[in-house]
């Protein structure tokens, strides 16, 4: 399988159209920038433990979903050349290594461009899930179980959310690459939502970005998998594959496609 180039604006989009949803406006030069500690590395070790976990990433279309500048995509596809990613944000994948370019789609997740029961996995790394409507993050598991063929596998990289929910710092401000980051983080009914203030130290301008994500324990993110032919294979609580305890940093499920 080869995605034709150039792929990248194709899914839908009409050019010029206002920009609304928190995710549309966040993920940009300053998110690269503010998040340039979750790295290479970290994908590289993250990739390696999934590969182990769940070897059918090796084989088949995966799909790299929410692939950013296609850190983990990367890595993958030195062991799966038919691995590809999509993404919303043209500037994240505008960064990506240029080798990787006919093997990226720009689109909206809600919205994916594959055919039912062809995908051999789909990742989700570093929270991509949660960003919408409850209905539509719904909708969207049982779409991504949808696309997996038969024992498909889903590696689903989530917060550990009532680690979140118990550590959860109110307001902090930091200074990174240039940039004064003021964070206001509050749990406003079942989304953690944080509301910074970024101001360029260099300049003075300031803007504000917001994050809102929808928090789901691991039991009803369980539920909402079995709904959609997925079943838990695994529970990791590190990228290098620690078992998930209730200090863990992450809760990393692999599922796969029962039926
Ligand atoms: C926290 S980042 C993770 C990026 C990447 N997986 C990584 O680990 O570096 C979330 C990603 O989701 C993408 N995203 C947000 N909303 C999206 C949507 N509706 N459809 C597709 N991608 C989306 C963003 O552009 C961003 O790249």
């Known amino acids: 399988m080869r995605l034709e180039a150039p792929p990248l604006d194709t899914l839908g989009f009409s050019e010029g159209a206002v920009l609304t949803e928190w995710f549309e406006a966040w993920f940009d030069e300053d998110y ?15 990739v390696g433990r999934a590969l182990r976990v769940a070897p059918e990433l ?23 050349p038919l691995a590809f990613g999509l ?7 505008g960064m990506a290594p240029g080798g ?49 063929r038969h024992q498909g596998v889903l590696v689903m990289d989530y917060v550990n959310v009532e680690l979140l929910a118990r550590t959860l710092i109110p307001e902090d401000t930091v200074e990174h690459s240039g940039i004064r980051v ?20 260099a300049t003075g301008e300031a803007r504000e970005v917001l994050e809102s994500v929808r928090l789901y324990p691991p039991r009803e993110l369980q539920e909402m998998a ?26 990393i499920g692999v599922f796969e496609k029962a039926w």
């Not at 950013?68 to 030195?78: S, Y």
């Not at 003021?182 to 130290?201: F, N, P």
């Open 32 to 46: 690269a920038l503010l998040y340039s500690h979750r790295d290479e590395e970290e994908a590289r070790v993250a």
């Open 226 to 251: 079995v709904r959609a032919g997925l079943r838990l294979r695994r529970v990791m609580g590190t990228y290098a594959g620690a078992s998930f305890t209730e200090d863990s940093p992450r809760w």
């Open 100 to 148: 990787l370019r006919p093997w990226l789609l720009r689109g909206d997740m809600r919205r994916l461009p594959v055919k039912a029961g062809v995908l051999s996995g789909i990742c989700l790394w570093f929270t991509p899930f949660g960003y919408f409507s409850d209905e539509e993050n719904r909708a969207l598991l049982l779409d991504l179980g949808g696309l997996l």
């Open 182 to 201: 003021r964070s206001l983080r509050s749990i406003e009914g079942d989304r953690l939502v944080k509301r910074m203030e970024l101001t360029r130290l």
């Open 87 to 93: 993404d919303l944000s043209r500037t994240l994948l």
């Open 58 to 80: 090796q084989e088949g279309p995966v799909l790299d979903l929410a692939c950013g500048a296609g850190r983990h995509l990367e890595i993958l596809r030195r062991a799966n």
